[in-house]
């Protein structure tokens, strides 16, 4: 089942109600911990009344929704790599902020194209969308000024009842890769203002926006060898 028809049957009331009365706003939270005790794992997922399962047009989704609140979760778990290698190991690669709290960086990262992605949506439904980060490789120096290679995200997604919290979609797992440029090609960009953050916000704004809207979800682009690499 994908996020579009449980979303949607948000819009046509089949578990919410009073969709009238006013709700806080939260989507400028800060990043918090308030979903570290949610369960991404699929294969713990237990479906519950709650569980939408009705199908409806995908118009519905853009008239009705509201994304009224964001949490992004970054597991401090999650390994950070800084070795100057073509391809670092590790779960979170990331240099074009200063050396510091990479977790916070590439949160701030997500939740920014989040809630950019989710603009959009202003209807009087409001549901609560519940990121947790798995890996985020952009490029080391090394790559970066000389072959280039693939932005590669991975991340986990729940929609919830923004009035019950309740869990009204399975948990599911979004990768997706941009290409990333090298060489002059880099250095060609960056004076144009495309930095590295610039297309990996919008690029991640534009994979959740099509996630909710789309009736397959967000589908990945193939881009070669250094995607494959990226599996490893």
Not at 35 to 60: C, G, H, R, W
Not at 191 to 219: C, D, F, S
Not at 226 to 232: D, G, H, M, S, T
Request: charged share 20%; glycine share 6%; with cysteine.
């Amino acid at each position: 089942m994908n996020l579009l028809k449980m979303a949607c049957a948000l819009t046509l009331g089949v578990s919410l109600t009073a969709c009238g009365s006013s709700e806080v706003v939260t989507r400028a939270a800060p990043l918090s911990s308030t979903t570290a005790n949610i369960d991404y794992s699929v294969k713990n997922f237990q479906p519950t009344p709650e569980l939408l399962t009705a199908e409806a047009m995908q118009a519905a989704i853009v008239q009705q929704i509201n994304v009224s609140q964001i949490n992004v979760n970054v597991p401090t778990s999650l390994k950070v790599s800084e070795a100057n290698r073509y391809y670092p190991s590790g779960d979170i690669v990331w240099r074009e902020d200063p050396i510091g709290d990479r977790h916070a960086q590439v949160g701030k990262i997500l939740k920014d194209a989040m809630l950019q992605g989710t603009a959009s949506f202003q209807g009087s439904v409001p549901i609560i969308l519940d990121i947790q980060l798995v890996r985020f490789h952009a490029l080391s120096e090394k790559a970066r000024y000389t072959v280039g290679g693939v932005h590669h995200v991975v991340f986990d997604m729940i929609l919830r009842d923004a009035k019950t919290g309740a869990v009204l979609s399975p948990p599911r797992r979004i990768e997706t890769d941009l290409a990333a440029f090298g060489g002059q090609q880099a250095k060609t960009a960056e004076a144009n203002g495309q930095t590295q953050k610039r297309r990996l916000t919008n690029h991640l704004a534009e994979v959740i926006r099509q996630q909710m809207v789309k009736p397959a979800g967000y589908e990945n682009a193939s881009l070669g060898f250094f995607q494959l690499v990226n599996r490893i």
